[in-house]
């Protein structure tokens, strides 16, 4: 239990392109999402909070027009990528948590997708 | 703000030796603590957690206790093998989620 994906695991793309990276939790219904971007051997950045139904809520220094999240329902969260430039290239994961009641899922862990590496030429 | 605090890596061990990965946390509430797990190229793993004080996660022979008193949440594993190489963060959950910076294994055969 308690699966997320991710897709594309791995997507190479031309500088001034848009790419989309989504986000399913496949057995259980996240109210919450997280999207995460990490540099080579380092910590997890939190970039955004994405509520089921409402607008994300983007951390200091993240830009809202450049990296679109989209949280339409209680299993799917995308993360889009727009005007990409070759700065962007990082790996992307996302995270989701439990819905209360959900099982045996606990609603106060994150559960994390394998990551989609971006490489932006 | 809440924070995490762990060792630096890399860490380089044998296979069999003992592993103890420190992590120490601030929070003004009471948090819950975590330790997840990346291999390489991929995304994060949880390994085990605690919800409160005194509690021991523990997951594939990893072990970490809540010490409320040494605000700490110490990875340990008596014997480490080669698969055990990855990198370990530690994490805390109070009003979000505050990682640690990471602290890479390797383990040696």
């Known amino acids: 239990g308690a699966v997320v994906s991710q897709h594309p695991s791995r997507v190479i793309c031309k500088s001034g392109t848009s790419v989309k990276i989504e986000c399913r939790s496949l057995d259980f219904q996240a109210t919450t999402m997280f999207w995460y971007r990490q540099f080579p051997k380092q910590s997890l950045m939190l970039m955004a909070t994405s509520n089921e139904g409402s607008k994300a809520t983007y951390e200091q220094g993240v830009e809202k027009d450049k990296f679109l999240i989209n949280h339409a329902s209680l299993t799917l969260s995308t993360l889009t990528v727009t005007s990409a430039h070759p700065e962007d290239s990082s790996f992307y994961i996302c995270?989701?948590?439990?819905?209360?009641?959900?099982?045996?899922?606990?609603?106060?862990?994150?559960?994390f997708g394998p990551g989609t590496r971006l490489t932006v030429l | 703000g809440d924070s995490v605090t762990q060792m630096e890596g890399p860490v380089t061990l044998s296979e069999e030796a003992f592993l103890t990965i420190n992590c120490t946390y601030t929070?003004?509430?009471?948090?819950?603590l975590f330790w997840y797990v990346q291999y390489p190229g991929e995304g994060l793993q949880l390994l085990l957690k605690a919800t409160k004080a005194d509690d021991k996660g523990s997951n594939k022979g990893f072990e970490a206790t809540y010490r409320k008193e040494t605000t700490s949440f110490h990875l340990e594993k008596g014997s480490v093998q080669v698969s055990d190489s990855a990198v370990y963060f530690c994490?805390?959950?109070?009003?979000?989620?505050?990682f640690g910076a990471g602290t890479r294994l390797t383990v040696k055969p």
């Open positions: 995270s989701a948590l439990g819905l209360a009641g959900a099982g045996r899922i606990s609603t106060d862990t994150q559960y």
């Open positions: 929070a003004t509430g009471y948090p819950s």
């Open positions: 994490a805390l959950r109070s009003a979000d989620m505050r």
